[in-house]
T-cell receptor, first 115, second 111 residues
Framework: NAGVMQNPRHLVRRRGQEARLRCSPM?????VYWYRQLPEEGLKFMVY????????ESGMPKERFSAEFPKEGPSILRIQQVVRGDSAAYFC?????????????FGPGTRLTVT | GNSVTQMEGPVTLSEEAFLTINCTYT??????LFWYVQYPGEGLQLLLK?????DKGSNKGFEATYRKETTSFHLEKGSVQVSDSAVYFC??????????FGKGTSLLVTP
């Protein structure tokens, strides 16, 4: 059973470009969470999604950031007009419906560098 | 609000030494507590958890006890191995969906 997949693993963008980060949850998981880890910081929650629904986006910056989890395909975290402060590691986690929120399984992360 | 504080790293130990990584938390109510481990180049893996006061989580020789009176969840292992070298994150989940993480403690075990 493959784990949570994230791609790309490393992404370099110039200021003002768009970044798209992809997350494929574990098989059978319908809940996806995105976290951001700034340098020298712990992971910070951004958003929680179920298929086709955003459940909690309380940790998402109000502008330039959006997330989706379509019926088919991976979850996407999109950052428009990136700035240097967006440079961070972005982790995706998934969980199955039965166990709910306690058991979150993490992907390897995407390291975004904005130049 | 909810927050987690864990000891600064890096921690360097010789193989077979005793390990303690301190973790304290601030939260209202009765959060669930977790330790995650991140090996180089990999995602975070759940190491152990405890969901109520006085519970002890254990896995792979690691243990942590949920101490409500001291708001702590310290990670311990009696005899570390080189393969335990990794970054360890303490985390809590309260009534919402989000896990709240500490900054992580890097552990290096030398032969």
């Amino acid at each position: 059973n493959a784990g949570v997949m994230q791609n790309p693993r490393h992404l370099v963008r110039r200021r003002g470009q768009e970044a798209r980060l992809r997350c494929s949850p574990m098989k059978g998981h319908s809940h996806v969470y995105w976290y951001r880890q700034l340098p020298e910081e712990g992971l910070k929650f951004m958003v929680y999604l179920q298929k086709e629904n955003i459940i909690d986006e309380s940790g998402m910056p109000k502008e330039r950031f959006s997330a989706e989890f379509p019926k088919e395909g991976p979850s996407i975290l999109r950052i428009q007009q990136v700035v240097r402060g967006d440079s961070a590691a972005y982790f995706c986690a998934s969980s199955p419906p039965a166990t709910g929120r306690d058991e979150q399984y993490f992907g390897p992360g995407t390291r975004l560098t904005v130049t | 609000g909810n927050s987690v504080t864990q000891m600064e790293g890096p921690v360097t130990l010789s193989e077979e030494a005793f390990l303690t990584i301190n973790c304290t938390y601030t939260a209202t109510g009765y959060p669930s507590l977790f330790w995650y481990v991140q090996y180089p180049g990999e995602g975070l893996q759940l190491l152990l958890k405890a969901t109520k006061a006085d519970d002890k989580g254990s896995n792979k020789g690691f243990e942590a006890t949920y101490r409500k009176e001291t708001t702590s969840f310290h990670l311990e292992k009696g005899s570390v191995q080189v393969s335990d070298s990794a970054v360890y994150f303490c985390a809590l989940r309260n009534s919402g969906y989000a896990l709240n993480f500490g900054k992580g403690t890097s552990l290096l075990v030398t032969p």
